[in-house]
């Protein structure tokens, strides 16, 4: 099904109704050439796969307890793998008319094989799950840089001082970053981006499992049980696992990027082998983090584990490394922020220019040079509309700064129509797998029941953040 494939960057392959870029010259080139391999591919996941996510992964585990919650950490990591590896095959498709097809999208990819009516479903929650995860990133950079002010205050004041700031300058702050890192004009321009912001997510991974391991062994005995947190009703209780499981969803799939990454590999080897192999090596090394945070930070603090791992002030000490891990944590969403916004971006560059292809305001670009700094290419469409957006995820955040009950409604949201159905429905397509068949039935049965797994979370963490906007 169109597995190899030669660096035809020379000869582009273009969509049904595409022109050639010869025959239409005031619209920007649809083909690049690519130069992604196997690392800056775990980069890219790594840095869209750890982000905000894993500092709930130990306040998860307390709701879930000591057996369900590692299980449920390597059950949605097992679904991301099955899922990447089905959507990996997506990404070339043969098409009798035009010749072998790259689809440069995820919505490219179920249009070609469900047609256009699911393709408009599956941009709308592949919109809204990016959205939602810029204002997620919003929050969370927020609530890291109040974190690291507050640590200077408790460290010269004491714990018990009354150290209580507000997000909402921070997350101004954040915001305005986002406006001028908004202006990259795609993925293919963002591999040093990725790499800085994987090392950072790596760094504050390393001192969250450490801080974790160092209180479990000052209290010298593991906190938690096998139930994880008590609660005074069960409906309570029912509650805080559907975020739990909501948030572990959130933490996992990179489904609605994984097509864009794939096209910034250069072939040979075949797109999908290298993507399958990177999606392996990131997934092994984020769901070892994962079970290390969230189980070091559930045995170090049991029932008083806090919402997010590192600005919950389980750990005042050393102040100076909580202080740099929030930094870390920063520096990573100001990349993992763009890593989930250029898809985005992206959809919109393409239908402003096939809608206007000789207005300047669309398609022109501007070369801007600072000193010290590397040329900025600015275009007038990119600068209003990335602007606007980063300014809406902004302000909707600063209206809903709830961390966990966020996370899980996105993580649910985001988690079967993306990571399950679309990824199984094209798996039939393309393999001629007919109705009730032993492989069908199998995989409609699979699909069944995450989507159960999904509206329980997804039902729990809306009751979570109406609650949370109440009180």
């Known amino acids: 099904m169109g597995e190899t494939g030669g660096d035809d960057h020379q000869t582009p392959l273009l969509h049904p109704g595409e022109s050639s870029p010869d025959e239409a010259v005031q619209t920007p080139p649809l083909t690049l050439k690519r130069t992604g391999n196997l690392w800056t591919a775990v980069a890219h996941?790594?840095?869209?796969?750890?982000?905000?996510?894993?500092?709930?992964?130990?306040?998860?585990?307390?709701?879930?307890?000591?057996?369900?919650?590692?299980?449920?950490?390597?059950?949605?990591?097992?679904?991301?793998?099955?899922?990447?590896?089905?959507?990996?095959?997506?990404?070339?498709?043969?098409?009798?008319?035009?010749?072998?097809?790259?689809?440069?999208?995820?919505?490219?990819?179920?249009?070609?094989?469900?047609?256009?009516?699911?393709?408009?479903?599956?941009?709308?929650?592949?919109?809204?799950?990016?959205?939602?995860?810029?204002?997620?990133?919003?929050?969370?950079?927020?609530?890291?840089?109040?974190?690291?002010?507050?640590?200077?205050?408790?460290?010269?004041?004491?714990?018990?001082?009354?150290?209580?700031?507000?997000?909402?300058?921070?997350?101004?702050?954040?915001?305005?970053?986002?406006?001028?890192?908004?202006?990259?004009?795609?993925?293919?321009?963002?591999?040093?981006?990725?790499?800085?912001?994987?090392?950072?997510?790596?760094?504050?991974?390393?001192?969250?499992?450490?801080?974790?391991?160092?209180?479990?062994?000052?209290?010298?005995?593991?906190?938690?049980?096998?139930?994880?947190?008590?609660?005074?009703?069960?409906?309570?209780?029912?509650?805080?696992?559907?975020?739990?499981?909501?948030?572990?969803?959130?933490?996992?799939?990179?489904?609605?990027?994984?097509?864009?990454?794939?096209?910034?590999?250069?072939?040979?080897?075949?797109?999908?082998?290298?993507?399958?192999?990177?999606?392996?090596?990131?997934?092994?090394?984020?769901?070892?983090?994962?079970?290390?945070?969230?189980?070091?930070?559930?045995?170090?603090?049991?029932?008083?584990?806090?919402g997010n791992l590192l600005t919950g002030f389980g750990f005042y000490e050393p102040y100076w490394l909580i202080d740099f891990a929030n930094a870390c944590i920063v520096l990573h969403l100001v990349g993992g922020y763009q890593v989930y916004s250029q898809p985005l971006f992206a959809l919109v560059d393409k239908w402003f220019a096939e809608k206007y292809p000789n207005s300047e305001f669309v398609n022109r670009e501007y070369t801007l040079k600072l000193p010290l700094l590397p040329s900025l290419r600015l275009n007038l469409l990119r600068l209003c509309f990335r602007t606007a957006y980063v300014a809406s995820a902004t302000g909707i955040a600063m209206i809903f700064p709830y961390f966990n009950d966020v996370l899980g409604v996105l993580g649910a949201i985001n988690f079967w129509p993306l990571s399950i159905y679309f990824p199984v429905e094209m798996y039939f397509i393309q393999k001629n797998i007919g109705s009730w068949t032993t492989k069908w039935i199998v995989l409609q049965v699979f699909s069944i029941f995450c989507l159960l797994v999904t509206m329980f979370a997804l039902v729990g963490s809306f009751e979570g953040l109406i609650t949370a906007k109440l009180s």
């Not at 995820?106 to 256009?116: C, I, N, P, Q, W």
């Open 45 to 306: 996941i790594i840095t869209g796969v750890i982000g905000s996510g894993v500092l709930s992964l130990a306040w998860s585990m307390a709701q879930l307890g000591w057996i369900a919650g590692p299980l449920s950490m390597l059950f949605f990591a097992f679904i991301t793998l099955v899922s990447t590896f089905l959507l990996c095959n997506c990404y070339r498709s043969p098409d009798p008319e035009y010749g072998p097809t790259r689809h440069r999208s995820y919505v490219d990819a179920v249009d070609f094989s469900l047609g256009k009516r699911s393709a408009w479903v599956c941009g709308l929650v592949i919109q809204i799950s990016l959205y939602g995860i810029g204002i997620a990133y919003v929050i969370t950079s927020a609530t890291s840089m109040r974190a690291i002010q507050k640590s200077n205050c408790y460290h010269q004041y004491g714990h018990d001082a009354a150290c209580e700031y507000g997000d909402t300058f921070y997350m101004l702050l954040f915001g305005a970053v986002q406006i001028v890192m908004s202006q990259i004009p795609g993925f293919h321009d963002m591999d040093w981006l990725s790499i800085v912001a994987a090392i950072m997510s790596f760094t504050y991974s390393f001192i969250g499992f450490g801080l974790g391991v160092a209180k479990v062994i000052e209290n010298g005995v593991i906190m938690g049980n096998v139930g994880g947190i008590s609660t005074s009703t069960t409906i309570e209780k029912v509650w805080l696992v559907s975020q739990a499981l909501g948030d572990i969803a959130f933490a996992y799939p990179y489904a609605i990027i994984l097509i864009e990454i794939q096209d910034t590999l250069k072939s040979p080897p075949p797109e999908n082998e290298t993507m399958k192999k990177g999606s392996t090596i990131a997934i092994c090394i984020t769901t070892f983090f994962y079970l290390c945070c969230g189980g070091f930070g559930y045995a170090a603090f049991g029932d008083s584990t806090p």
